[in-house]
């Protein structure tokens, strides 16, 4: 009974701030997540549906200061990026494949250069001198970071980095050896800890949510999809293997990150490794 009085003050706090529009997409959502047997992300999905009749609603998030989070800390410096793959992007697409067998080889910086800059790089300038990235990015506000886990990168000691895009470095986070504790946070996917590094995909929410308010926990999944498609192409033209892995627990890896999963949160996995024989068809 507890939980139901917690329910229904926390409520009426909230209703009181909505819109009456969005109020009604609300009501209309927990109809739906209870016809269907509870499923609660019907709430989310009407509430934060566009009509002729309601926009984007103001939330209190301040303009973001930044396209991309910088640490002050140790800076490894990427190599350039090759220019070139040597591989056509129709091939590349079409033999793209979730790729979860690796073998003990190790990754170099070059190849981590490529797969961060061609997943997640600044590429170009807007016209207002903001950064344009290899993701297209809902009003340009680009909320993805990416951290690697590194567990076998020659000339980079195992531990936890962010990939500062401005400047194409890497910043450590903290140095060890995670490959266990990431194969535990992705449910225990034996694949995740094999790898030679595995990329974190995360997003800052407020940088999109300043702008399109609560539409935009839909608006950061698509950014994520687009820079998750350009990590599998640039792994598939480098001829090395990954997945997409959707299944973490939470709060484990933002606390992993030292992120607090509110402000900043986690999105996808990505191990990479050098491909087995198994996986050369
Ligand atoms: C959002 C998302 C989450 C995924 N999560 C996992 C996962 O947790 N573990 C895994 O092994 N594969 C995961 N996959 C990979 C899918 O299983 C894979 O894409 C699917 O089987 C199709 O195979 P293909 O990518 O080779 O075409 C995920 C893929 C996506 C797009």
């Given at each position: 009974m507890k939980h139901i009085e917690i329910a229904v003050e926390l409520f009426s706090r909230l209703a009181s701030r909505l819109s009456s529009y969005t109020m009604a997409r609300l009501l209309r959502g927990m109809e739906e997540a209870l016809r269907r047997?509870?499923?609660?992300?019907m709430i989310y999905h009407y509430a934060s549906m566009l009509s002729p009749r309601g926009v984007y609603e103001d939330l209190p998030y301040p303009e973001p200061s930044d396209y991309y989070k910088s640490y002050e800390t140790e800076k490894i410096k990427l190599p350039s990026p090759p220019?070139?793959?040597?591989?056509d992007v129709f091939e590349a697409i079409k033999s793209r494949r979730s790729r979860r067998s690796y073998t003990r080889g190790k990754l170099t910086l070059r190849e981590i250069s490529a797969i961060l800059y061609y997943s997640l790089g600044v590429t170009g300038r807007a016209w207002w001198g903001g950064p344009k990235r290899a993701y297209p990015s809902a009003g340009a506000l680009q909320p993805v970071e990416g951290y690697i886990v590194a567990?076998?990168?020659?000339g980079l000691d195992q531990g936890i980095y962010h990939y500062n895009p401005g400047e194409h470095a890497l910043e450590l986070l903290e140095l060890g050896d995670f490959s266990y504790k990431i194969q535990e946070i992705a449910l225990g996917q034996e694949h995740v800890g094999r790898a030679a590094a595995v990329l974190v995909l995360t997003a800052v929410y407020r940088r999109t949510a300043y702008k399109y308010s609560h539409r935009s926990y839909r608006y950061v999944h698509w950014d994520v999809g687009f820079a998750g498609e350009n990590v599998y192409l640039a792994v598939e033209a480098l001829g090395l293997a990954t997945t997409a892995v959707g299944a973490f627990y939470d709060e484990e890896l933002c606390s992993l990150l030292r992120?607090?999963?509110?402000e900043e949160f986690p999105m996808l996995l990505f191990p990479i490794g050098r491909r087995s024989r198994l996986e050369i068809h």
């Amino acid at each position: 009974m507890k939980h139901i009085e917690i329910a229904v003050e926390l409520f009426s706090r909230l209703a009181s701030r909505l819109s009456s529009y969005t109020m009604a997409r609300l009501l209309r959502g927990m109809e739906e997540a209870l016809r269907r047997g509870g499923d609660v992300s019907m709430i989310y999905h009407y509430a934060s549906m566009l009509s002729p009749r309601g926009v984007y609603e103001d939330l209190p998030y301040p303009e973001p200061s930044d396209y991309y989070k910088s640490y002050e800390t140790e800076k490894i410096k990427l190599p350039s990026p090759p220019e070139r793959a040597g591989v056509d992007v129709f091939e590349a697409i079409k033999s793209r494949r979730s790729r979860r067998s690796y073998t003990r080889g190790k990754l170099t910086l070059r190849e981590i250069s490529a797969i961060l800059y061609y997943s997640l790089g600044v590429t170009g300038r807007a016209w207002w001198g903001g950064p344009k990235r290899a993701y297209p990015s809902a009003g340009a506000l680009q909320p993805v970071e990416g951290y690697i886990v590194a567990n076998r990168i020659e000339g980079l000691d195992q531990g936890i980095y962010h990939y500062n895009p401005g400047e194409h470095a890497l910043e450590l986070l903290e140095l060890g050896d995670f490959s266990y504790k990431i194969q535990e946070i992705a449910l225990g996917q034996e694949h995740v800890g094999r790898a030679a590094a595995v990329l974190v995909l995360t997003a800052v929410y407020r940088r999109t949510a300043y702008k399109y308010s609560h539409r935009s926990y839909r608006y950061v999944h698509w950014d994520v999809g687009f820079a998750g498609e350009n990590v599998y192409l640039a792994v598939e033209a480098l001829g090395l293997a990954t997945t997409a892995v959707g299944a973490f627990y939470d709060e484990e890896l933002c606390s992993l990150l030292r992120i607090d999963c509110v402000e900043e949160f986690p999105m996808l996995l990505f191990p990479i490794g050098r491909r087995s024989r198994l996986e050369i068809h």
